[in-house]
């Protein structure tokens, strides 16, 4: 019966965990001076020669080319002289981290007054436990817990991505939003999508504030 007992409790446990995505989260600031109506809504998009030749900015790049698409803004075409420009950068690092912490762990059980009870043949017997069994026994008493010190050691990853929105004639910048986070993931294209929402959510925002913006991993 206890046997059944701890696998039931490890399934149930290894299905709550499978339900539940890794959770990005992100500090976004944003500085804007957007106005309440555009002249007109065209933009393009400004790369460097090394982000023109790279497979990795242009998987990027579309991904903010749909926020900007849900915005009401239009990519213009070759003949068409755009309002915006938009400029996009990323980038990441690592450190390494190690954690030390304490943790309350059971004393073995030769050492806890259950077994001390145990070790004598118990006056009940059991058609079913044997006469070994003895109703007065808890599998949970095991004394008091004991404290050790843990140590863990980890790499963590610092994702960061920029967007930046300005008139095309004079350059002057109207959109300006800087994305953070921290998290174990090492592929930055992986939580590219989760940071170039964060991005864009609420846009354009309230400008010189710094939000937490937080989306599960599908």
Known sequence: MKKWWRTGVAVLAGALLAGCGTVIRSNVTTFHEWPPQLPATTYVF???????????????????????????????????????????????????VREVYPVVVNPPY????????????SPFHDPFYGPFYDPFYDPLWYGP????????????????FRVTIS?????????????????????????????????FQDFPGKSGVTRQVESRMQ
Do not use: C
């Open 46 to 96: 400004e790369r460097t020669q090394e982000q023109d030749a790279s497979l990795e900015y242009r998987n990027y790049e579309n991904l903010v080319r749909a926020q900007l698409n849900r915005l009401g803004l239009t990519e213009a075409g070759p003949n068409v002289t755009p309002y915006l420009k938009t400029r996009i950068g990323y980038g990441m690092e690592v450190r390494d």
């Open 167 to 199: 008139r095309f004639a004079d350059g002057q910048p109207l959109y300006d939003a800087r994305v953070v986070s921290e998290g174990r993931t090492a592929s930055l294209a992986t939580v590219m999508p989760y940071l170039v929402h964060a991005a």
């Open 110 to 121: 030769w050492h806890s007054p259950a077994w001390r009870m145990h070790r004598f043949r």
């Open 145 to 160: 817990g004991v404290v050790q010190q843990r140590e863990t050691s980890y790499q963590l990853f610092t994702r960061q």
